[in-house]
């Protein structure tokens, strides 16, 4: 399986709307992965004894999974914590999930500061790199299940726009520029 990722639409409609342009722009796992985003296809029906995801979890030293089960009625105060998740920022960290139940929408920013809009459902494991601006909502079900991953004690610390000083942005904005120098050469 793939991941399905486009080009938003801008709008002021219902952010759980998918936003596709007309006709729609999709963007490639290649192009992602040129944004610094990773992706892997699990068997969401063995996220709690998966060897393949054991082996993600020891090869990038992910030592810290929780479940985050967000819809309306297993969330205090859900709509404000939903717009809080809209709300386009940074971490210092990756940005690992796993969904295991229900769709959302990770929004990243390309290098030409474009809304690329990433459906993520069952059996979909993102880790977005930290420094990107993103931002997370569900889709009109207003149900999913996340496994949240981590390098160590967890830090939920978003840090929103604009942030171009922050460590993490300079660190992924270096990377993008050596990224483009050698595929220039």
């Known amino acids: 399986m793939a991941i399905q990722a486009w080009f938003m639409q801008e709008s002021d409609d219902d952010q759980r709307l998918p936003h596709h342009k007309n006709p ?3 963007v490639s796992m290649e192009q992602l992965a040129d944004l610094g ?9 063995k996220f709690e004894n998966d060897p393949e995801l054991d082996n993600i979890r020891q090869s990038r ?14 969330v205090e105060n859900y709509e404000q914590k939903l717009k809080n998740f809209y709300t386009e920022h940074i971490h210092a960290d990756e940005e690992i999930r796993y969904c295991v139940e229900g769709c959302g929408y ?13 459906l993520i459902k069952p059996g979909d494991l993102i880790v977005l790199p930290a420094g990107i601006y993103h931002r ?7 149900y999913i299940k996340l496994m949240r ?11 929103n726009r604009p942030q171009e000083d922050h460590p993490a ?11 483009i120098g050698l595929e220039a050469h």
């Open 106 to 118: 990770f929004d990243v920013r390309n290098n030409d500061d474009r809304w690329i809009r990433i």
């Open 61 to 74: 030293g992910y030592s810290y999974t929780d479940l985050l089960d967000l819809r309306p009625e297993k």
């Open 37 to 45: 985003v990773l992706y892997w296809y699990l068997d969401p029906n």
């Open 149 to 159: 991953l981590f390098v160590g004690e967890p830090v939920w610390t978003p840090f």
């Open 24 to 26: 729609p722009e999709f």
């Open 136 to 142: 997370f909502t569900l889709d009109t079900n207003n």
């Open 169 to 179: 942005r300079k660190d992924y904005i270096k990377g993008m520029i050596e990224k």
